[in-house]
């Protein structure tokens, strides 16, 4: 049963608007340029559509070097890098993690507190900075972004149609926010992948993915519902709303839209250690 890549997305600044991308490459810490960026609060601790739902009208696009920020109906732009390797360190919060980040120039933060209405900056993950993958789920020491957990997420059409055939609207796969999403297969089988080639690529599958109340937000308006945590509770796996698989590099590469997607090896249960 053939799979393939199907879109390749990144998510520059954590919790703001994504960018669809043709090819790209894959690095220990996730998708090059994936949640690098995160806005953090005075007390430096991180900030997320968690806490402030207007980060959905956030949209982010390629420049020739560096993104370029919008907001929903406002005119100004903000340009920032792809990355910093300079400028003052500051240990942020995020999660149970205490990080170092450099803090990017000040004209950053205060576009965003014109925007936002409250004070805030914008940080940088360099390299040097470690974050370690919850060392419970993986053998060697991995690290991650500021993504929540993994440094990648894959997600199957075939389960979010699955998804939508149990509610009565339909969401998309932007509720979700994934790095990886694929067609083919069957829906949910991506829960007991463990070892899989994307073109050149090789990744190791972790866990599925626990899902919040993000998942309820619609996009365009920021709106709460039920859904679809609603349904995901209905079907619950070990007691866990789940939506997507997580997963580590094992190979870099630069993969591309179309890439076929090969499991190599399977798990017996969702939640079998690595």
Known sequence: MSRILKDIRIYPIKSLGGISLPSANLTPRGIEHDRRWMLVNEANHFLTIRQHPEFLFFTLQYDDDGFLVSKREVEDTLKIPFSINSGATIKVKIWEDEVEAIEGDFAFGEWFTNQLG?????????????????????????????????????????????????????????????????????????????????????????????????????????????EPLKTLFKQRIDDKMVFAQTAIMVKAARINVGDNIVVKSTKQSPYEPL
């Open 118 to 226: 409250f004070k805030c900056k914008l940080v940088y993950m360099p390299d040097t900075s470690p974050r370690r993958v919850q060392p419970e789920w993986v053998e060697e020491e991995e690290h991650v972004s500021f993504a929540d957990a993994y440094p990648f997420t894959i997600a199957g059409l075939s389960s979010l149609a699955d998804l939508n055939s149990k509610m009565t609207e339909d969401i998309t796969m932007q509720r979700f926010r994934p790095s990886l999403i694929y067609e083919g297969g069957k829906a949910y089988e991506e829960f007991l992948w463990k070892d899989i080639e994307i073109g050149a690529g090789m990744l190791k599958c972790v866990k599925p993915m626990t899902r919040c109340i993000v998942t309820t937000l619609k996009p365009e308006t920021a709106e709460k519902g039920k």
